[in-house]
């Protein structure tokens, strides 16, 4: 495992955080932890753990009474959702919750189109990441009528027309084959070239092995680096 | 006190018919102070209370289009002659919120219950096993689709759509957009089900043998009555007066 260098600032940075869900037991007990835009960072741990609780709450998806979450050190809960996602990508487990549109294309340049972007300059863009994802062949197809693979780029492609600088990814390689994988983690060093700090959800050991800096262990309402 | 799932039904089924048929609005008020009664003392806690302060904007809303688009009355609230608030509008508003409120919270008594045990009410009162275990389905899914929307609707703002900035036509449309994910995990979800339904052979035969049984107790009975003869006598009331 390579030791990133560390711009000084936290990007987002966890205090003292715990969270529950209602009438649940506590999931993350007074938690704090820092994530850098420099690094790739691995999140495991056991099902039911809380890591896709963590991420939601990294990017303003849940909140919690006790503690904060900071990015770029302002309280995320004075951020609104249009706002945090300008900066961070989030990609859910289920890729399926974060697609609209009936074709691929539609989908990857909705939200600009619908905030009022000329299109041109949109289906610029759209064009661009279709072909870093290697999406191509798929624009006029429906992302509910893709393999599951491919539906993930897609979301991911949606994700990244809005140029985040933090990219939080929720398993991202279920149901990959081994040439997927690959292809993915081509993409996520991309990425990194280009400046983006990410977080890996993941079971995948082979996986995080390969991709990231740091990794940690989400287990009893606590995070430990591995 | 445990009731028997049917006399929680008949409950419901009374409340919200006394909502759909009185006009009277304090009448209506009396139903919904049962009602609030009533899921109470089966539910034990105030949840409902928090669920519905969120359609508080939307009340408000439906009052007002109520009484700019039906003016009745004298006029309370007008702005360059265009009438915004009548008493007779007013009036209209307020019972349906009522109604909503009764049949909302009236709903909750059912919570009490486990689905398990609604279907086999349905079933004791001989709706066939096939629409009761359907009910049931559809009863345990609201949560689930519940927690989807929600999903869809953080997704769609992190995407960038800011919400707030939106005028209403647009807003209506990101809502029309939202369902697209919600629909297509219905769908989904329909076929996985309908699938492993048939793997465990469903109806594979006419009867179904079943290990609750539910019985009737005395204060089923009585409140079954009661709740009754309350809805009959003053729907017959309604019906005599004109
Ligand atoms: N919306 C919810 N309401 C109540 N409890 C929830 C909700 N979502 C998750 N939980 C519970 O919180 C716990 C943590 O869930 P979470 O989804 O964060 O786990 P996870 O580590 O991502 O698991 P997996 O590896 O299966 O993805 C689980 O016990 C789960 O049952
Ligand atoms: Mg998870």
């Known amino acids: 495992m390579k030791k990133a260098y560390r711009d000084n600032e936290a990007f987002i940075e966890i205090k003292d955080l715990t969270f529950s869900y209602k009438k649940s037991p ?24 809380g890591k896709t ?44 919750r974060q697609l609209f549109n009936p074709t691929v294309k539609e989908e990857i340049g909705f939200a600009h189109l619908f905030m009022g972007e000329p299109k041109d300059k949109v289906d610029k863009k759209v064009s661009k990441i279709i072909e870093e994802l290697s999406l191509q062949g798929l624009e006029n197809s429906s992302p509910y009528k893709i393999s599951r693979g491919e539906r993930q780029r ?5 994700i990244l027309i809005n140029e985040p600088s933090f990219l939080i990814l929720d398993e991202p390689t279920t149901g990959l084959d081994m040439i997927k994988k690959d292809k993915l983690s081509e993409i996520l060093k991309n990425l990194q070239q280009q400046n983006i700090g990410m977080v890996i959800i993941s079971h995948d050991k082979s ?3 390969s991709n990231a800096d740091r990794t940690l262990e989400v287990s009893g309402g606590e995070i430990n680096e591995v | 006190m ?16 006394l909502a759909v048929f009185v006009i009277d609005i304090y009448l209506l008020l009396v139903v919904l102070l049962i009602s609030i009664v009533v899921s109470n003392y089966f539910k034990e806690n105030w949840d409902f209370l928090k669920r519905t302060k969120k359609f508080i904007t939307l009340l408000i809303g439906i009052v007002l289009i109520q009484s700019i688009f039906s003016p009745a009355g004298e006029i309370l609230l007008s702005i360059n002659n265009f009438t915004i608030l009548t008493t007779g509008g007013l009036a209209k ?8 409120l009764i049949i909302i919270i009236s709903a ?25 275990f359907m009910v049931s389905l559809s009863i345990r899914f609201i949560p689930i689709l519940g927690e989807e929307a929600k999903d869809a609707f953080t997704a769609i703002q992190l995407r960038g ?24 995990g219905v769908i989904h979800r329909a076929k996985e089900l309908s699938t492993s339904l048939e793997a465990r052979a469903f109806r594979a035969y006419p009867d179904r043998s079943s290990y609750i049984k539910l019985e009737l107790a005395r204060k089923d009975y009585l409140i079954m009555f009661v709740s009754t003869l309350f809805t009959i006598s003053i729907l017959g009331i309604y019906i005599i007066m004109g």
């Open chain 1, 207 to 209: 996986f995080i092995k």
């Open chain 2, 2 to 17: 445990k009731f028997d799932p049917r006399t929680k039904l008949i409950m419901v089924f009374s409340l919200s018919t």
């Open chain 2, 108 to 132: 909750t008594i059912m919570t009490g219950s486990s689905p398990r045990e609604i279907i086999q009410a349905l079933i004791q009162w001989k709706v066939p096993y096939e629409i009761a």
């Open chain 1, 154 to 158: 897609v979301a991911l492609a949606a």
């Open chain 1, 53 to 96: 609780t963590l991420g939601k709450l990294m990017s303003g998806i849940l909140s919690s009474e006790q503690g904060s979450v900071f990015l770029e050190g302002t309280n995320i809960k004075g951020i609104t959702l249009g706002n945090i996602g300008k900066k961070v990508g989030y990609l859910f487990q289920q890729p399926e």
């Open chain 2, 161 to 184: 759509v800011e919400i707030d900035k939106l005028n209403l036509t647009k807003r209506i449309k990101i809502y029309s957009y939202m369902f697209m994910p919600v629909l297509s």
């Open chain 1, 26 to 49: 506590v999931i993350l007990n007074n938690v704090s932890i820092s994530f850098y835009k420099s690094e790739i960072t691995a999140i495991i741990g056991p099902n039911g753990s």
């Open chain 2, 93 to 100: 508003g307020i019972r349906v919120i009522l109604r909503m």
